[in-house]
């Protein structure tokens, strides 16, 4: 399985920006899908996981301001980021977490900079 990110940028504070993230064909099975990001000098953290099923889960951090979605049809997550601050600042990763066997999937990142 291959994830591909998109939609990272340069965006002042206040400002918006979606990210998707598209998984190669084939996917089967149970899974959860999510978004992960590290800044520098920092440990990679949980920002949004959202289920087959819909359920979401969200990082205290960013609760109010990013709202994560999902395509099934398509293996589509995205994460729309408002209201967005200078600690927003990372790399951003998606991640496919196969529920049943516990295999874990990760695109390459995409850097995402709020400046203030």
């Known amino acids: 399985v291959q994830l591909v990110e998109s939609g990272g940028g340069l965006v002042q504070a206040g400002g918006s920006l979606r990210l998707a993230c598209a998984a190669s064909a084939g996917v089967f099975g149970s899974n959860t899908m999510g978004w992960y990001r590290q800044a520098p000098g920092k440990q990679r953290e949980l920002v949004a996981t959202?289920?087959?099923?819909?359920?979401?889960t969200y990082a205290d951090s960013v609760k109010g301001r990013f709202t994560i979605s999902r395509d099934g049809f398509k293996n589509t997550v995205y994460l729309q980021m408002n209201r967005l601050k200078p600690e927003d600042t990372a790399v951003y990763h998606c991640n496919m977490h196969m529920n049943w066997t516990g295999v874990d999937y990760w695109g390459q990142g995409t850097q995402v900079t709020v400046s203030s």
């Open positions: 959202i289920n087959n099923g819909g359920s979401t």
